[in-house]
Structures are given as structure tokens and as C-alpha cells.
């Protein structure tokens, strides 16, 4: 299983731009990228996921680097209720299919 | 609206009582997981099922115990032989062998008396 390394916390202002990074150097060619995040005492949400090209969707864009070792979850404005902890998840989706958590980038927002 | 349903929200235990948490489903989905989250930390898996009448271990399977009867019904029994049972668990569904996000329910948080 691939390891990732994620910043533990970050803060953001209420309405700014948000770039979430995460190291995913041991990835392997046919692991996608995904992102969760989870409010407190919720389960987690999908956030985004992509292989190799950007991706971007309602909630927010992925940046993934040429060489796959490392992605970047862009909240494009973030709000008070973007604030919950990150999950970048390197995932086959192969016969087993369990998402494999680290402990995430716990993001906090100011208004 | 389609989603996961995990009851109850909060569920005590008494010492060398047996408790089931329930998960159910009605996205068609045929992967189901549980996970157990301890405060601070990431997700840990407990079991899954990828088909009706098959599950196999995760990661922390002892001393937990699942069935999985139907597609849409995936309950977690917490066995008297988990001696430290305190904490959020969490059910998940996929469809089996696909690269799509996983949906989770909302939680159980389990408290020992």
C-alpha cells in the first residue's frame, strides 16, 4: 500500500483560496487518487478523485504532478463549512477495495 | 434519497455484553465495510463484504463479528472478547471492483459503562 505524508493541520481565511498538498511518492501505476474529508463526528464524504490529469468537480479541483508522487486538493473559496480533516488515499479499487486512512490535514477556517 | 443508515448514533455497553450495530443500504451496492475510528486518528478496518454469504477479515477483525444475509444489510456484532470497544465505528458501501468513491453513513459511537 502506498504511504502518504499529509501536513497535520492548516488555516485558511473565510473566501480564500485553499491548497491542500499530499506526498504520495510510493503510488504505484494503477492507484487513483482520492480525496475524503470528514466533519466531526460524521463519516467521511468524497471530496474528488483522478489518475493522472486534473480533475475538477462542484466541490473543488485536484492537481496531480507529472511524476504521480505527490497531489494538491484546491478548495477554489473556502467556507467555515469546509473545515473538517483531509484525506488524500492512494486506491486500486482491486478485489479487497478498503480505503486505507492516514490521519489527514485537519483544515480550519476564520471568518 | 439513496444512502447508508447507521443505527443507533450512540450505543452503550455493559461489561461481557454483546452489542450489534446496525448498517443498511439502498444503493444497490454490493461492497460493504466497517471501519472503527479511534479520537485523532484515521480509519481501521473491522470487516467487509464484497458479495451476500461472504465476508472476510480486515485489519482489527477480533473480537467483532459480522453476517451479511441480504445486499442491503451489513451488521457488526461487538463481541464481549473486545476489551476496548470505546469508539466511532463507521459503515461504508461501493460497488465491487470499481474505482468509485465510497459512500459512508453518519456513524455509531459506541461507550462502555
Known amino acids: 500500500d502506498a504511504k502518504t505524508t499529509q501536513p497535520n493541520s492548516m488555516e485558511s481565511n473565510e473566501e480564500e483560496p485553499v491548497h491542500l498538498p499530499c506526498n504520495h511518492s510510493?503510488?504505484?501505476?494503477?492507484?487513483?487518487i482520492h480525496w475524503y474529508r470528514q466533519l466531526p463526528s460524521q463519516g467521511p464524504e468524497y471530496v474528488i478523485h483522478?489518475?493522472?490529469s486534473n480533475v475538477n468537480n462542484r466541490m473543488a479541483s485536484l492537481a496531480i504532478a507529472e511524476d504521480r508522487k505527490s497531489s494538491t486538493l484546491i478548495l477554489h473559496r473556502a467556507t467555515l463549512r469546509d473545515a473538517a480533516v483531509y484525506y488524500c488515499?492512494?486506491?486500486?479499487?482491486?478485489?479487497?477495495?478498503?480505503?486505507?486512512f492516514g490521519k489527514g490535514t485537519k483544515l480550519s477556517v476564520k471568518p | 434519497d439513496g444512502g447508508i443508515t447507521q443505527s443507533p448514533k450512540y450505543l452503550f455497553r455493559k461489561e461481557g455484553q454483546n452489542v450489534t450495530l446496525s448498517c443498511e443500504q439502498n444503493?444497490?451496492?454490493?461492497?460493504m465495510y466497517w471501519y472503527r475510528q479511534d479520537p485523532g486518528q484515521g480509519l481501521r478496518l473491522i470487516y467487509y463484504s464484497q458479495i451476500v454469504n461472504d465476508f472476510q477479515k480486515g485489519d482489527i477483525a477480533e473480537g467483532y463479528s459480522v453476517s451479511r444475509e441480504k445486499k442491503e444489510s451489513f451488521p457488526l456484532t461487538v463481541t464481549s472478547a473486545q476489551k476496548n470497544p470505546t469508539a466511532f465505528y463507521l459503515c461504508?458501501?461501493?460497488?465491487?471492483?470499481?474505482?468509485?468513491?465510497?459512500?459512508f453513513g453518519d456513524g455509531t459511537r459506541l461507550s462502555i459503562l
Open positions: 510510493t503510488i504505484s501505476g494503477t492507484d487513483y
Open positions: 488515499i492512494p486506491f486500486e479499487g482491486g478485489s479487497q477495495g478498503n480505503l486505507i
Open positions: 483522478g489518475l493522472t
Open positions: 444503493l444497490n451496492h454490493d461492497a
Open positions: 461504508a458501501s461501493t460497488p465491487t471492483g470499481s474505482n468509485q468513491p465510497q459512500h
